[in-house]
């Protein structure tokens, strides 16, 4: 299993560094290729990581593409997050509007959205340009 955990740890630190964008796994192989990992290594390594909740998988609408972006921060405790159905970036709601979403939604209709693994969907500002 050394093997294993030698590319999970080049895969985070590649997520940790690249916190703000998604990549698709093709992607992701061609930045890690100097580190000789495979794409089916990095697949299997992708669906470990999102299985354990450190990455979170997005598919893009048109061309069902799927992206993947690290969401294991401590930051990213406790809010809401945007993803963009174009290019499959995902965006943090600031703590505080997350709060007002989620207190208006309890307060409206009894429910208590749990943000940490609440998704919005839409259209990022660039896709709209
Ligand atoms: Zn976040
Ligand atoms: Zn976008």
Do not use: W
């Amino acid at each position: 299993m050394q093997y294993n955990t030698k590319q999970r740890e080049v895969l985070m630190s590649f997520f940790e560094s690249h916190h703000d964008q998604a990549f698709s796994a093709e992607e992701i192989a061609e930045q890690l290729k100097s580190e000789k990992i495979s794409i089916s290594a990095v697949y299997r390594n992708l669906a470990e990581l999102e299985k354990d909740g450190k990455i979170r998988k997005n598919i893009k609408s048109g061309n069902r593409k799927i992206f993947y972006q690290f969401v294991d921060c401590d930051e990213c405790k406790g809010h809401l997050h945007l993803t963009c159905t174009k290019c499959g970036k995902t965006e943090h709601l600031p703590d505080a509007d997350s709060n007002k979403i989620v207190k208006s939604v309890l307060q409206n209709s009894n429910f208590n959205l749990d943000s940490d693994s609440t998704i919005l969907y839409g259209v990022c500002e660039k896709c709209r340009k």
